[in-house]
């Protein structure tokens, strides 16, 4: 098992006293994998002392408004590729078929394109194979942490490690792309009901629907899985 990527999957899930309890050994972990730079396993180093340390209950509020309630910050990959359309909902089937065609159910009710899910199935594989699958989420990821960082969170560290682990650069006008789309006051909750007020994810019948990139992204993804992330509000593993 490739213990950096279960790690990082066990820090993108919604905090627990359990997680807090495993965060130094997870630390090590992070602080021992040569293929990120020191300065990398550095940078990771807050978030490992703010989910060791910090009020359980201020880290699961913290959890909440950033990857809950900002849709530009969601934890769903697919989110960020189409959104609510139709196509998503037949790339979550195909990504199911992969999970299933590898042996794996996922037994969480988190959507299949949840990161903290993608990165359990991954730490099974050859590291060749999970680059190649992050490479193609590189501009997410890209996205991702330059949102945080904005807001001072410590969890842009995570994903400029998994952009490190990808082992390339994100693609800048794709990057460009995400980081055009606004972003909505967590607080503002008469604003963030809007913004949720779209159609529902469908399974259509299509496994095969949904864009080029998604098809690609999961050709590549026909390996076992391990168990999924938890649900926020539910302790994790």
């Known amino acids: 098992m490739d213990r950096t990527l279960k790690a990082i999957s066990l820090m993108l899930s919604y905090p627990t006293r359990e997680l807090q309890e495993a965060m130094p ?6 602080a021992s994998d040569t293929r990120m730079t020191a300065a990398m396993r550095r940078a990771l180093r807050p978030l490992v ?11 699961e509020e913290k959890y909440v408004m950033l990857f809950d309630r900002s849709r530009t910050l969601s934890l769903n990959l697919f989110e960020h590729v189409h959104g609510e359309s139709r196509d998503r909902g037949g ?3 195909s990504l199911l078929e992969t999970y299933r065609e590898g042996g794996f159910e996922p037994h969480t009710s ?3 394109d949840h990161l903290p899910v993608l990165l359990e199935f991954l730490a099974m594989r050859p590291f060749a194979e999970v680059q190649e699958t992050l490479a193609d989420a590189a501009h997410i990821f890209e996205a991702l942490s ?3 960082a904005r807001r001072e969170s ?6 400029a490690g998994l952009l490190q682990l990808a082992g390339v650069k994100a693609d800048k006008e794709a990057v460009a792309e995400l ?5 909505v006051d967590p607080n503002d909750l008469e604003a963030l009901d809007a913004v949720w007020e779209e159609s529902e994810v469908r399974f259509g019948p299509d496994p095969n629907a949904g864009c080029p990139q998604v098809r ?9 899985a391990t168990p999924a992330a938890p649900t926020p509000g539910v302790a994790a593993e």
Not at 25 to 30: A, K, M, Q, R, S
Not at 51 to 58: P, T
Not at 179 to 183: D, G, H, N, S, V
Not at 216 to 224: A, E, G, I, W
């Open 179 to 183: 980081l055009e789309q606004p972003e």
């Open 146 to 148: 330059e949102r945080l």
């Open 25 to 30: 050994e997870i630390g090590g972990v992070l």
């Open 154 to 159: 410590p969890y842009g560290a995570v994903f």
């Open 49 to 59: 002392e703010a989910l060791r340390d910090e009020d359980i209950y201020d880290l």
């Open 110 to 112: 988190e959507l299949p």
């Open 91 to 93: 790339a979550m089937v």
């Open 216 to 224: 690609d992204m999961l050709s590549r993804m026909d390996l076992p």
